[in-house]
């Protein structure tokens, strides 16, 4: 039995089903970044984490085991997300609660407060990656695995998160 608890890409229709089937190793080897598949791992180990109560340690030894094909450069950068998001996590959290007017994080839905607190971790760990790139990824992201609602929860999170800390200290 294992304890990894894995997030899929919602499902819009049988077509889409067939096709993500039938297009899936070439649209992950071909034109999904290494950026990009990074970002949608680290938001799947904070949602093991965070659902699955496991410590981080617990984490990262069940997922690689079942990801053990990543690539070093896609692996790299998520494991350095996943510390950020992790080592630093009150402080994420404040930031996004700040934020999220009238949202406790508790209250959000799983998959989008990983994916908030995976975009926050980015622009603390990386501040040189511009912040509307950040969001924009954070954004495919919720639409590949999240509610086509939580598309503005999450941009309009992180744009408000982003301003702040473009502020001078």
Known sequence: MTD???LRPRQSGANNLLCSKLNH???????????????????????QA???KQTVDHVQRTFWAEHAGTSADVRG??????????DRGPEIDKLIERHAEHWRMERMAAVD??????????FLAYPETPRAVVINESLEIA???S???SVQFVNGVLDSVAKELQKPA
Not at 25 to 45: A, D, I, P, W, Y
Not at 77 to 86: G, I, Q, S, Y
Not at 113 to 122: I, K, M, T, Y
């Open 50 to 52: 965070d659902m699955g």
């Open 113 to 122: 407060r990983n994916l908030l607190r995976a975009g926050v971790a980015e």
């Open 25 to 47: 190793h070439f649209h992950n080897n071909f034109f999904m970044g290494t950026r990009r598949k990074s970002r949608e791992l680290v938001l799947q180990m904070l949602f």
């Open 77 to 86: 950068f998520a494991e350095d997300l996943f510390r950020v998001a992790t």
């Open 143 to 145: 639409r590949k695995f």
């Open 147 to 149: 509610s086509l609602e």
């Open 4 to 6: 990894l608890i894995v």
